[in-house]
């Protein structure tokens, strides 16, 4: 197309603009009243956001390719300043076909520029999440393993890594080793210099398996083998007596006896037995102390609860004992296509399938699912997902006690089912109230020590107002808000989510990619998310960019490529969350890194053409 406008195109892009500017006029309208509860201070960004969803009501896809070829702004990156960027093209326009300015409607007053549009968001992100951590603008936010209640070492060692977020889930630990982690922050940031943000999030109704009834109690012990399945090393056993407290170190596995057989062995002992395949064994005790000896085993042997131990020496019987406090072990549930498996409202032991001698069921697999709303909701054709969508399953019909649920979809050698793992209805409105009962106790302790309060499984406007509400009452007003984005519901309410959030700033949104994904499908997760940066950026609302972020690296030491890119995409967002793993504090210095560098290349999602080395010939 030529850059030389035809009049009668340059008269259809101006009616198509400012039909499009009188679209997000009147959606402003529309909700003056909402506007006049938001929190003075924000007020133009709630402003500017409803002129965003007035535009992006409408497919301008057309216009934006006639207006590149214009050479004008083809609106891409309107977010923060939606009526100044209107106003600016139908300005160009008209000066293009040569509008008088006696023809030129009045210009409505845009709620924010150019310029003040993305200061109020870094404004409100710094209200949030506190001062930019020197060059970078993205914050790291890490999730405390329980070991953060103890080891101050560890939070000096984060600080100094770049983590400017304290994340802790209240749905693990308690009250105490809460305020033991920020106690242990706080004397990090005396040490370091460094101050750090501390996010409570509380831990919400969420959808689990219950537990798995025991299927005895049985204990393996092995001795390690090398890659032709020789022995390199036999295994090492302590044997207490049933009363002992503290095991000997350096043992792999540990056995307490009834009987004298601790008390009467010596070294060069033996001890023999019969495990439950049958097959009989024998250990030779290697040291002997009093009150606990170490014996070695060099073949396999499964031990279970009250196994009888006979001590020989030089080939006769010295003691005799029997084994006691074996764990218990609780199976998995196998499940693979065409299974059914039936969800109990009752907190009752699941249990796998019975099967007839040849392989027919007689009764489908059982677990309990904690949300008693799901049974009130449920119906036949919604789908189930369980494990963070590894088990997929429809909903056959069911009642008020159980649903039954046919299994689609499993990883192609099956699944194994466990306790306390998610479960996702994605097609079911539920309706419980995010803030639980244990949410209003936490929130009574977490207020003392916490900047922020993140609010889990929230499904529309009237969970924000509650806690806001919650907040109220305990004086804590002042406290942020991160607003967890993990379900449909939620993701599909966000409008009205973000305007009720606005009423009571600070306010951010964590999107947990992790049910989320679960939720809306793994083939729209990045179609979906870019939706909820965009809404945010144009409300001035920081985002977390949340679930997953550098897992490998954290949990095993290396990253993959497909991990190092996706913490690179973090830079749109305005914090990014690490999970816990034994390798955080690499990985926070290695994710900073990142950021670093992505920074100067990027402001959101707008390239910034900074010089390229690579560039010079």
Request: glycine letters at 8%; aromatic letters at 4%; hydrophobic letters at 40%.
């Amino acid at each position: 197309m030529s850059n030389t406008a035809a009049p009668r195109q340059l008269d259809r892009l101006l009616a198509q603009l400012t039909r499009l500017r009188d679209e997000a006029l009147r959606i402003e309208q529309a909700y003056a009243g909402e506007l006049a509860v938001i929190e003075p201070s924000h007020r133009r960004s709630a402003n500017n956001f409803l002129h965003y969803l007035g535009v992006r009501q409408q497919d301008i896809r057309g216009l934006q390719q006639d207006l590149a070829s214009l050479g004008l702004s083809s609106l891409g990156v309107l977010e923060p300043h939606v009526m100044a960027s209107l106003n600016a093209v139908i300005g160009q326009l008209e000066r293009l076909s040569g509008v008088s300015a006696d023809g030129v409607e009045e210009v409505p007053e845009a709620a924010v520029d150019f310029r003040n549009g993305p200061l109020l968001l870094r404004d409100h992100t710094r209200a949030l999440l506190g001062p930019e951590p020197g060059p970078r603008f993205v914050r790291i936010m890490v999730t405390m393993p329980s070991e953060a209640a103890a080891d101050g070492r560890l939070l000096q060692d984060l600080l100094r890594a770049g983590m400017d977020v304290m994340r802790i889930n209240c749905a693990h630990d308690g009250p105490r080793e809460w305020a033991a982690m920020v106690a242990n922050l706080r004397e990090a940031e005396r040490v370091v210099g460094r101050s750090c943000r501390v996010q409570a999030d509380l831990a919400g109704p969420k959808l689990r398996t219950g537990r798995i009834a025991s299927s005895g109690r049985v204990v393996r012990i092995a001795p390690r083998r090398d890659h032709f399945g020789r022995v390199s090393a036999p295994a090492r056993v302590a044997l207490l007596p049933a009363t002992a407290d503290v095991p000997p170190p350096g043992v792999e596995r540990i056995l307490r006896l009834e009987g004298d057989v601790v008390g009467r062995c010596a070294e060069g002992d033996r001890l023999h037995f019969t495990d439950t395949r049958g097959q009989t064994h024998k250990m030779s005790v290697v040291a002997a102390a009093e009150g606990w000896l170490i014996a070695e085993l060099d073949r396999t042997a499964y031990v279970e609860e009250e196994t009888p131990v006979t001590a020989t020496r030089n080939g006769l019987p010295i003691a005799e004992g029997r084994v006691v406090d074996v764990p218990e072990i609780h199976a998995p549930i196998p499940l693979v296509p065409g299974d059914q498996l039936i969800l109990t409202r009752e907190d009752e032991p699941g249990r796998p399938a019975c099967v007839d001698f040849e392989s027919h069921t007689i009764a489908p697999a059982r677990i309990h699912c904690t949300l008693a709303d799901v049974f009130e909701q449920a119906k036949a054709g919604q789908r189930v997902w369980f494990d963070d969508g590894k088990i997929a399953g429809i909903v056959k019909g069911g009642g008020p006690d159980e649903i039954l649920v046919e299994i689609t979809h499993t990883p192609p050698e099956g699944a194994k089912l466990r306790a306390e793992k998610g479960i996702n209805f994605p097609d079911t409105p539920l309706t419980t109230p995010a803030l639980t009962a244990k949410d209003l106790e936490d929130l009574q302790q977490v207020v003392q020590w916490a900047d922020m309060v993140a609010l889990s499984f929230l499904r529309g406007p009237d969970d924000v107002a509650r806690l806001h509400d919650a907040l109220s009452r305990l004086g804590a007003n002042h406290l942020g808000v991160v607003l967890k984005i993990e379900n449909r519901q939620a993701f599909e309410n966000l409008p009205r989510i973000l305007l009720t959030s606005l009423q009571s700033p600070p306010v951010g949104v964590m999107i947990a990619r992790g049910d989320l994904a679960v939720e809306v499908g793994f083939e729209r997760l990045s179609e979906v998310q870019q939706e909820i940066l965009w809404l945010c950026e144009a409300a001035h609302i920081p985002v977390i960019w949340a679930t997953q972020i550098l897992e490998g690296l954290a949990k095993k030491g290396a990253p993959s490529r497909a991990e190092v890119s996706d913490a690179a995409l973090s830079i749109q967002a305005e914090c990014a969350m690490l999970n816990k793993g034994p390798n955080i504090v690499e990985t926070v210095r290695f994710l900073s890194g990142i950021i670093d560098r992505m920074d100067q290349h990027y402001i959101k999602r707008r390239a910034t053409l900074r010089r390229l080395a690579v560039a010079h010939l």
